[in-house]
Structure formats: structure tokens, C-alpha cells
């Protein structure tokens, strides 16, 4: 939030990560997402540690004499949309699971769509070092020990 805004020195940062929007319920067999229109809504998903960083990095920017809330607001996403049928792949295969991949129908204002641009958070030097991937994995990892 500016300084500005709240009387406060400080900075936004918005996240990538945002709701999507995935049409008419079906199920999908596993390994079925491969060009299918359902759940094809982009997101950007970021990791909470690049998350972590890019807030401790804005924290160590000076910004002086901002004039609006845009010169004090950066964009942390990974510059990669991932629909919810690769993220619900990707969460199976990180833990070594087979199921069936269901969608519901679209709930009324739901974002289709969710893309964040970065370059001015690249331009301070931060840029993201966890895959979705790596970060589902390791999500998955300590759900898994600490249930």
C-alpha cells in the first residue's frame, strides 16, 4: 500500500496467484489435460519463499517522492501460466498419486485469466528460483510430515 494511501512508508506487492474460472463439470482421466479447453484459465502461481524474497527485496529499494501507488507497487509472479489442469497434474505426479481430475462449473465472477507483468521487480534484481514443480513439491512434503 503507498505511503500515501495509508500515512505510512511502504510498498504493494501483488501476487500472482489468483482464482480461476473452469467451465461445465467433467471428470478427466488422468494424463487427459493435454489440449483441453476445461480449465484452461491461466494462472501464475508463485512459491511463499519467492514471495518471501521479492517483499524483503522491495523492502531494500528506496523510492523516494512517489506520486502515484503504481511507483511504489511491483508484480511478484514467475512470468509462466499454468492452467488448473497442470497444476492438478502436477500435484498428483509430486505425490506419486493417480486420480481422476473433476471440474465444477464456473462461479459468477470468477477470473478466467490471472497474469502478472514483473519487469519492474526483475529490473530491482528479483526474479523467481522455484518451479511449480519444486514448490509443489515441497508443499506436498511438509503437508505430509507434519499431518
Known amino acids: 500500500m503507498s505511503g500515501r494511501v495509508i500515512g505510512l512508508p511502504g510498498s504493494s506487492v501483488l501476487d500472482g496467484e489468483g482464482p480461476g474460472g473452469d467451465a461445465d ?7 487427459a489435460c493435454a489440449g ?3 480449465g ?4 501464475d502461481v508463485v512459491h511463499d ?8 527485496a522491495v523492502s531494500e529499494l528506496s523510492i523516494s517522492d512517489p506520486e502515484t501507488i503504481d511507483d511504489v507497487a511491483f508484480n511478484v509472479a514467475t512470468g509462466n501460466e499454468v492452467s488448473v489442469c497442470q ?3 502436477t500435484l498428483l505426479s509430486v505425490a506419486g498419486q493417480q486420480a481422476d481430475i473433476e471440474f465444477a ?4 465472477g470468477e477470473l ?4 502478472l507483468d514483473t519487469a519492474r521487480l ?3 534484481g528479483w526474479a523467481p528460483e522455484i518451479d511449480l514443480t519444486q514448490g509443489l513439491g515441497r508443499t506436498y512434503e511438509y503437508i505430509a510430515e507434519h499431518l
Open 25 to 31: 463439470r467433467a471428470s478427466l482421466p488422468q494424463g
Open 122 to 124: 526483475r529490473a530491482a
Open 49 to 56: 519463499e519467492d514471495g518471501a524474497a521479492a517483499n524483503l
Open 112 to 115: 478466467l485469466r490471472s497474469s
Open 105 to 108: 462449473a464456473a462461479r459468477q
Open 87 to 89: 497444476l492438478a497434474e
Open 40 to 43: 484452461a484459465g491461466g494462472r
Open 36 to 38: 483441453v479447453e476445461r
